[in-house]
């Protein structure tokens, strides 16, 4: 087992300041991770042997040129971020944000947000020797987890950071909705170099997907008819911004996750319907359900759920990369399924209680070896 996990980010957008916030919050003190051991939004203190003290971060790649160049803790302050500065302390994690191309990045609408640098400008004949030099990059920072935090609805960069992970030897985390799993071509890349592939599509720590999921569950499993229900999601980070013009694979991720429940005539998904700056990094999500009971009579629920968008990705993210970690160590090749934090896993979404049994299964027999 190796002693610490070395983790890359692509993409340091809010999830990454989540993430690199609460992995120092986290590890630096006693008092603090006493809070760990009282779960304040952890489920797991300890998965597959491993800490949340044991994650160190190696490498991060981006474009905008307000992060290259800068150490990662410094650069998850930069704009366009909006998650609140939890932690005041300097952070130093000893990751330079390097330049990736730009490929499907940043669409033209979102080049008033991210300030792309002349450095991430790479002409169509220079892709293959910036795959090169991204997949020495991560091998030479001795990174084993490489999570993609790309915007949702970057295909090619996604391709792109999966091949050099591959390439590199490293366990590659799909965070977006842009299939990876579900890519065979990827899929056999991993299996080929004989490391973990995990994916695709996050599904948030304590989200609309989980909530809606669960409420439509609990109405069928009493008998009674969903006739109509929707979802409407709201935020004011740039991922929401994306979503109102590349909600495409979102909302088929989405729909996914609402598993075998999801009657696609009955049930409608919008992922996000509408940017709203003053959110910030906090997203809305209206859920409306209406079924028929006893005798027809109606049932309603119309709920409201208020959230920090990027701390839903950075309870998860914690776990998956130890999960990943755990699979690099025993040689796990190819797709390692943890359909409990994926919205669209490989195989169809299973139940809460089932997918989590899944997970606690993972981590004992990663613990007996
Ligand atoms: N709860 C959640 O926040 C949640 C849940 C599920 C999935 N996700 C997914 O996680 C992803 C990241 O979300 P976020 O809020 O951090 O996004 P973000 O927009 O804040 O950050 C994306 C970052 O990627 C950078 N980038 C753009 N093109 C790049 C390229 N070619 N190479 C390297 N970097 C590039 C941008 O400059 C930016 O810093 C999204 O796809 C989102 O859908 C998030």
Same mark, same amino acid.
């Given at each position: 087992m190796a002693k610490?996990?070395? *983790?890359?980010?692509?993409? *340091?957008? $809010? ?34 042997g491993y ?14 040129? !307000? ?48 300030? #792309? ?6 002409? %169509? %004949?220079?892709? %293959? ?8 990059? #991560? ?41 990876? *799993?579900?890519?065979?071509? #990827? ?48 935020? &004011?980070?740039? %991922? ?18 609402? &598993? ?7 049930? $409608? ?11 910030? /990094? ?29 701390? $839903? ?12 970690q755990a699979?690099?160590d025993?040689?796990?090749?190819? $797709? ?7 919205? !669209? ?8 209680? /089932? ?15």
């Amino acid at each position: 087992m190796a002693k610490s996990i070395r *983790v890359g980010l692509v993409g *340091v957008g $809010n999830n990454a300041s989540a993430m690199v916030q609460g992995v120092h919050f986290y590890s630096k003190d006693e008092a603090r991770l006493s809070l760990v051991n009282q779960h304040h939004g952890i489920l797991f203190p300890r998965l597959c042997g491993y800490d949340i003290g044991d994650i160190s971060f190696s490498c991060a790649f981006d474009v905008d040129d !307000r992060k290259i160049g800068l150490d990662l803790g410094e650069a998850i302050w930069s704009p366009p971020n909006n998650y609140p500065r939890v932690v005041t302390e300097e952070i130093k994690t000893k990751a330079q944000v390097m330049a990736a191309p730009v490929l499907d990045g940043v669409p033209e609408f979102l080049t008033e947000a991210i300030s #792309i640098s002349s450095h991430s400008q790479v002409p %169509d %004949d220079a892709v %293959d020797d910036a795959l090169a030099r991204c997949t020495e990059q #991560i091998r030479s920072t001795g990174t084993t987890v490489l999570v993609n935090f790309l915007p949702s609805g970057s295909d090619l960069a996604t391709s792109f950071f999966a091949r050099a992970a591959a390439l590199a030897g490293s366990a590659y985390i799909n965070c977006t909705p842009t299939p990876a *799993v579900h890519s065979p071509e #990827i899929h056999a890349l991993f299996a080929e170099c004989r490391v973990p592939l995990l994916g695709d599509d996050l599904e948030s720590h304590f989200g609309s997907s989980l909530l809606h999921r669960t409420l439509l569950q609990a109405l069928e499993q009493r008998g009674l008819e969903i006739t109509h229900s929707h979802q409407i999601n709201m935020g &004011g980070n740039t %991922d929401f911004k994306n979503l109102t013009h590349r909600g495409n694979h979102k909302k088929r991720s989405k729909m996914a996750a609402l &598993g075998f429940v999801a009657q696609s005539d009955r049930v $409608n998904i919008l992922p996000s319907g509408g940017f709203v700056p003053g959110l910030e /990094d906090r997203k809305v999500a209206y859920i409306l359900i209406e079924g028929l009971g006893w005798l027809g009579s109606h049932v309603t629920i119309d709920l409201k759920l208020q959230v920090q968008d990027s701390s $839903n990705a950075a309870g998860v993210v914690v776990d998956l990369v130890r999960i990943a970690q755990a699979g690099v160590d025993r040689g796990i090749a190819g $797709n390692l399924a943890m359909p409990y934090y994926f919205k !669209r896993p490989l195989s169809a979404k299973p139940n809460t209680a /089932d997918a989590l049994q899944a997970v606690r299964e993972f981590d004992q027999a990663m613990r007996g070896q």
